[in-house]
């Protein structure tokens, strides 16, 4: 039960678009589009932003979007806003019948 | 609206025991598969347990598989996390999260309880 692949961090400038990518394996994400993301700012609870690979939790905006080729999931946000700021991460079921978190990226907007 | 409130966090000494809860509201309690996820401090989410609506399958991450217990109480909403044979590495916030079949996510968390295992 290895964590999915996250990077540490990235950054961008308000308006920009940013992309966090989450490598798993065949045996996960690979093998499931039951891939979701949540984003959690400093000292909060997670929230859901994004549900199977690529649909959105209603108001959650349509700037974040999902998708998935082969291992990796990605989470894309554009027209980056300050509130954006938080820790984000995936997640992904797998063939054990289990769940795994991705280690988690910070983003930074500048 | 949906709420799930945990409880019963703490301090305790290793090898010690713990029973965490989480009551829920808002929705058809009995109807939804429920999960546990701990966090700990600094550190990234780690999915812990599954426990299915009725209660008969239940999943558990490695790390505590033998030493946690998963079980509900659909008559009271209640969701229960017996912890036993509690290391250091088991410190950490404990969320309960709805899990959407809907959906394949957890779609609502509680706002936390932490457990604290030291001498």
């Known amino acids: 039960q290895s964590a999915l692949t996250q990077p540490p961090s990235v950054s961008g400038s308000p308006g920009q678009s940013v992309t966090i990518s989450c490598t798993g394996t065949?045996?996960?994400?690979?093998?499931?589009?039951?891939v979701s993301w949540y984003r959690q700012p400093p000292g909060t609870a997670p929230k859901l932003m994004i549900y199977?690979?690529?649909n959105r939790p209603s108001g959650v905006p349509d700037r974040f979007s999902g998708s998935k080729s082969g291992n990796t999931a990605s989470l894309t946000i554009s027209g980056l806003q300050a509130e954006d700021e938080a820790d984000y991460y995936c997640?992904?079921?797998?063939?054990?019948?289990?769940?795994?978190f991705g280690g988690g990226t910070k983003l930074t907007v500048l | 609206q949906v709420q799930l409130v945990e409880s019963g966090g703490g301090v305790v000494q290793p090898g010690g025991s713990l029973r965490l809860s989480c009551v829920a509201s808002?929705?058809?309690?009995?109807?939804?598969?429920m999960h546990w996820v701990r966090q700990s401090p600094g550190k990234g989410l780690e999915w812990v347990t599954y426990?299915?609506?009725?209660?008969?399958?239940?999943y558990y991450a490695d790390s505590v598989k033998g030493r946690f217990t998963t079980s509900r109480d659909n008559s009271k909403n209640m969701l229960y996390l017996q912890m036993n044979s509690l290391r250091a590495e088991d410190t950490a916030m404990y969320y309960c999260?709805?899990?959407?079949?809907?959906?394949?996510?957890?779609?609502?968390w509680g706002q936390g309880t932490l457990v604290t295992v030291s001498s």
């Open positions: 808002g929705f058809t309690f009995s109807s939804d598969g």
């Open positions: 999260a709805r899990y959407r079949g809907q959906g394949n996510c957890f779609d609502y």
């Open positions: 065949s045996s996960d994400v690979g093998s499931y589009n039951r």
């Open positions: 199977e690979v690529s």
């Open positions: 997640n992904s079921y797998t063939n054990s019948g289990t769940w795994v």
């Open positions: 426990i299915r609506y009725d209660g008969i399958n239940k």
